[in-house]
């Protein structure tokens, strides 16, 4: 029986993460553009070179992070989603230690890349309950609060929070900041808010008027409110594939003829109702979180 083989990785290098994004739930892959390209093998990510530069990729880290975070901000303890809060909260950037999650996962579970590496050549990786996920998180981040001393921290910021974090209202200091977090944090990434992807275009793929909703209103401003990437994941959840993959194609900057040509349209009128739909289900979406 061969000997497992010990395997040195940099530490800022990209692959630490991997056992963690094969942690992640299914609904939190899924909706992540670049994480669902890998596939579940890690036999089959390790000996691809294409698998293998999207996991050194920008792009997959942002994606990593951002579903750790999202994981992670719940058991610190503070109320709401993490984007009730601004980067002025302490707790908003803590919840981005990815390394340090990583570490603990491990630790806590065993779970990390040498065992990546010891499974069998062609084991397929399921995908953790959702349940298991949210019981280990609220484990290692219970470790995490008191190996870093980060409670009096935590303490703090409940007595004295700023002012901005977690208001009822979508305040300019919180869209400012969400807005400059999830554009500029990698300068690889480019990212498409959903106003913009849902901009038609004319019958030679030219930006059209925004379809049936005026964004002077402050209420449909879509581009204040859904940049937000945990706001967003929630909302594609409720599409069906059909419409995910077409809102998820506009945001990478598909044109509609585009989109139109790999769904079998006749032309880029029955993408164009697709996003009609797509953009009532939002507004409906949004109302229920008033």
């Known amino acids: 029986m061969p000997q497992a083989i010990a395997v040195r990785v940099p530490r800022d290098s990209n ?21 669902r390209k890998l596939p579940r093998c890690f036999g089959d990510v390790a000996s691809s070179s294409e698998m293998l530069d999207i996991v050194d990729s920008d792009q997959f880290l942002n994606e990593v992070m951002n579903a750790a975070s999202a994981l992670a901000f719940p058991h610190f303890g503070f109320g709401g989603w993490k984007e009730h809060y601004t980067g002025y909260c302490p707790v908003w950037t803590l919840s981005y230690f990815l390394q340090l999650w990583a570490r603990l996962l491990q630790e806590e579970t065993g779970w990390g890349l040498q065992r990546l590496i010891q499974l069998p050549r062609n084991y397929v990786i399921p995908y953790f309950d959702t349940d298991y996920v949210s019981d280990v998180m609220s484990r290692i981040v219970k470790r995490g609060i008191s190996e870093q001393g980060w409670q009096p921290i935590l303490d703090t910021v409940r007595e004295m929070p700023c002012d901005e974090d977690f208001e009822q209202r979508n305040t300019n200091v919180r869209i400012d900041f969400i807005r400059k977090w999830y554009h500029t944090r990698s300068k690889k990434v480019k990212m498409v808010s959903l106003e913009t992807c849902m901009v038609s275009e004319d019958d030679e793929g030219n930006p ?83």
Do not use: W
């Open 15 to 35: 692959f630490n993460y991997l056992a963690f994004m094969y942690f992640l739930p299914y609904e939190y892959v899924e909706s992540s553009p670049t994480l």
């Open 208 to 290: 059209g008027d925004f379809i049936e909703f005026s964004v002077a209103d402050p209420r449909h401003d879509i581009a204040s409110i859904v940049e937000s990437e945990g706001y967003c994941r929630r909302f594609k959840m409720l599409l069906n594939e059909r419409d995910r993959t077409i809102l998820e194609m506009r945001e990478d900057g598909y044109t509609f003829e585009e989109i139109a040509a790999k769904f079998g349209y006749k032309n880029h009128s029955g993408v164009v109702k697709r996003m009609q739909a797509i953009k009532k289900a939002y507004l409906e979406y949004e109302s229920k979180q008033q």
